[in-house]
């Protein structure tokens, strides 16, 4: 057994180091973070992080910043700027908006959670209710602006990231109002027709609404202090060289924030925004994501030597191939370009034909598993009429099913202890692991169905139609690995390619839904190690394929907006 434990061992090795490493860094100053509750509209509790700077008492107030992620993240995702604003004397409340993290209700709903957030941060007695800045990036700057309106005496400044004034979600934009203003609209920016109503980022200068924002008629310059910060007219535009996700991990962009609220907040102290560590805290949750996967494997390994469960093992492997030939090279292209193909029309028909409702509360966790089931029958089928050498699976239902239960309920209170201990959770950038909430378990029941039709009917086309006789580990991972995501990694290359080449996507009316093809990669790249691995073990696709079902399900589900609470 403790032969067989040892990948285990490397995992919460990895996992531990690095979310404690994560943790030290968030907490670096002597900031302490707690986990919050608020009752926000209509009774509905939100939920938020308080970062709070060492000397923050009721007798020495500190100035204080609501921070706000955008559509379909969470308040861990404004870490970045949490993190610095706190090591620079700032009480921050980064909140998860309504239907967002574990905030209850349903998004879009009372302002995004932005009035109710603006009025907790006041509540508190170490803050400086004087003082009191507002950073939103994308949806979370019509969150913000949401507060603005409605208490429009209860803040300072505000910095918009990624986001605009006006249509759809917030009033029109004007010389007096919102209160000092910095704009940060990065020059690659997908959303610029949206919140700009320009094609590319680069011209948001002649924006009609950003112009009258900053109360010219001419072209808006980048780099110009425009109004007064006393009169609380001043405005103020940046455009850092990234993406529009790409400000969450842009020294720029979290450096322009940082400056503005320098300027236009008094009590913070003068550490120079070019002194930043955030990125320490984003490795340190990306090596517990790492680990995350990597106790998975060990998990599974240790269980597959337990007394019941060893029945599962199995030392004869059955291959399709005996050579990677045409046949072979065909059934990989397909397997890698067709889900990629189809995924825009899929998505689009699904939000037209399942609007949200009781049974199915969350659009995207909907376009998803729509997606993966027409994405599997057709797996299916394929495997149905392209015949190769007829693999022999070893079917075990019910002990698979205890091996993946036990899996990942392991898997899940390693998340459980990181969260409760060390306020992290595994993660890197905006694809990260939460923990459910009670309100969300029942959701993910339903949804766990469709995904685990389209992981058993794709693994078994994977293992059934693609496995080759003697080849290496290492390549049989890989290549299972690309036969999966890699057809959403060439397109993305090519669609940011044109991006930055061109200043469009290649689909430019589809910057969402681009921006949640991202996260594909790294799940179906995680997918395809956890399935081959439990493949070669025991030449079923079942263990890997509940596996897979469960962890993907817990994952879109609890980082998935909800948009029916009912």
């Known amino acids: ?107 879009f709903s009372a302002g995004f959670g932005g009035p109710a957030a603006l009025q907790y941060l006041r509540s508190l007695d170490m803050v400086d209710t004087d003082n009191i800045g507002m950073e939103g990036h994308s949806m ?97 535009l940046w455009q850092p060289p990234v993406t529009h996700p790409g400000d969450h991990i842009s020294h720029a962009a979290i450096g322009h924030s940082i400056d503005w609220f320098a300027k236009t907040l008094e009590g913070g102290n003068k550490l120079s925004s070019e002194n930043q560590i955030w990125f320490y805290k984003e490795l340190g949750t990306l090596a517990g994501l790492i680990g995350f996967v990597v106790l998975i494997l060990g998990t599974s390994q240790i269980l597959l030597r337990t007394p019941w469960l060893r029945d599962l093992n199995s030392k004869s492997v059955g291959s399709a191939h005996a050579t990677r030939g045409p046949k072979w090279w065909g059934l990989f292209l397909f397997s890698a370009a067709f889900p990629v193909l189809n995924y825009y029309p899929l998505f689009n028909l699904a939000e037209s034909l399942f609007p949200a409702s009781a049974l199915l509360p969350q659009t995207i966790t909907t376009q998803v598993a729509f997606w993966a089931v027409i994405n599997g029958l057709v797996a299916a089928l394929v495997g149905l009429f392209v015949r190769s050498e007829k693999v022999a699976f070893s079917i075990q239902i019910v002990r698979s099913l205890v091996l993946a239960v036990s899996v990942i309920f392991v898997a899940y209170m390693s998340a459980v202890l990181v969260d409760f ?16 909430t009670a309100e969300r378990f029942p959701t993910a ?34 290549l299972n690995a690309l036969a999966l995501m890699g057809g959403f990694l060439v397109f993305l290359l090519l669609q940011y390619g044109t991006l930055f080449t061109t200043g469009t996507l290649l689909t430019p009316s589809e910057p969402l839904n681009t921006i949640v093809m991202f996260q594909f990669v790294p799940l179906l ?42």
Not at 460 to 477: D, I, K, M, P, Y
Request: charged share 15%; no cysteine.
């Open 445 to 478: 029941m339903v949804y766990l169905v469709p995904f685990a039709v389209y992981f058993v009917f794709a693994l078994r086309a994977l293992h059934g139609g693609l496995s080759v006789a003697g080849q290496s580990v290492w390549t049989t991972h890989a």
């Open 1 to 107: 057994m403790i032969k067989n434990s040892k990948l285990f061992w490397i995992g919460l090795a990895i996992l531990l180091i690095g979310s404690i490493a994560a943790h030290l860094v968030q907490t670096s100053s002597d900031v302490t973070i707690k986990d919050v509750r608020f009752v926000g509209a209509g009774g509905n509790l939100q939920s938020g992080l308080l970062y709070v700077p060492p000397g923050a008492t009721a007798e020495t107030k500190a100035p204080g910043i609501l921070a706000v992620h955008g559509y379909i993240n969470s308040r861990e995702v404004q870490s970045g700027f949490a993190i610095e604003y706190a090591r620079r004397g700032y009480v921050v409340l980064s909140i998860d908006q309504t239907g967002h993290g574990y905030s209850q209700g349903a998004a």
């Open 140 to 236: 979370g700057g019509w969150t913000i602006l949401a507060a603005a309106a409605t208490h429009p005496d209860d803040y300072k400044s505000i910095v918009l990231e990624g986001s605009s004034v006006g249509a759809p979600f917030a009033a029109e934009g004007t010389l007096e109002w919102p209160r000092n203003v910095s704009v940060v609209f990065s020059a690659y920016d997908e959303f610029s027709s949206l919140m700009w109503g320009v094609a590319k980022a680069d011209n948001v200068e002649t924006s009609p609404k950003l112009m009258a924002l900053f109360g010219t008629e001419t072209a808006v310059e980048e780099g110009k202090l425009y109004g007064s910060i006393e009169e609380g007219t001043a405005r103020i």
């Open 421 to 436: 201990f060390l306020k992290v959770d595994f993660r890197f950038w905006f694809v990260g692991v939460k923990l459910l």
């Open 525 to 566: 790249l995680a997918a395809a190690i956890i399935s081959t691995f439990l493949y070669r073990r025991t030449a079923s696709y079942l263990p890997g394929a509940f596996v897979n079902a469960m962890l993907i399900t817990w994952f879109v589900v609890a980082g998935q907006a909800t948009q029916f609470a009912g």
